[in-house]
């Protein structure tokens, strides 16, 4: 049940200065960091991390989306937790910033609509990624890090959350 999932800080929260907030709300949880780095990625390594985008959304979507992304370095965490990839997706809230609820990532500090973005050709700048699955989280962990960069520790939280 205590699994790992991939989270990636946007260029929009690294450039926003909300690097802090965001990670704030995942140790409120009880999640654990096990492995961060900051990396700023190209074109080639994009393509292998959403791999599937042109497929699901488009390959103009896959294009506008890689510009944004590799406009500044992204902060790249593996998490730890009870459920951690359900859990995460649920904090970070739904793709579109328009339709995700308050209380979500997305949804307290983005509000953009898919309508919008499509229409300026831009990404949409929903300020997290998490894997969205058990598979991609495997597949994205071992995309980003090696196994020496990610850490078993005990914390506080141990006592009383798991
Ligand atoms: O990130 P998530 O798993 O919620 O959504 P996705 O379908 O895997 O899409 C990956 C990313 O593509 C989104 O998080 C958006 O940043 C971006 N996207 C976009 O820029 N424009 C769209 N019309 C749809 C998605
Ligand atoms: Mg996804």
Known sequence: MIERTLVLLKPD???RGLMGRILSRLE???FKVVGAKMVWMDEEFGKKHYFDVAERRGEKVLKVLLEFMTVGPVMAMCIEGVNVVENMRKIVGTTEPKSAQPGTIRGDFAHVSFA??????MGIKNLIHASGNSEEAKFEIGLWFKPEELHSYKTVHELHLF
């Open 116 to 121: 919008y973005a499509d229409g300026q050709n």
């Open 28 to 30: 409120d949880v009880g």
């Open 13 to 15: 929260a690294v450039q």
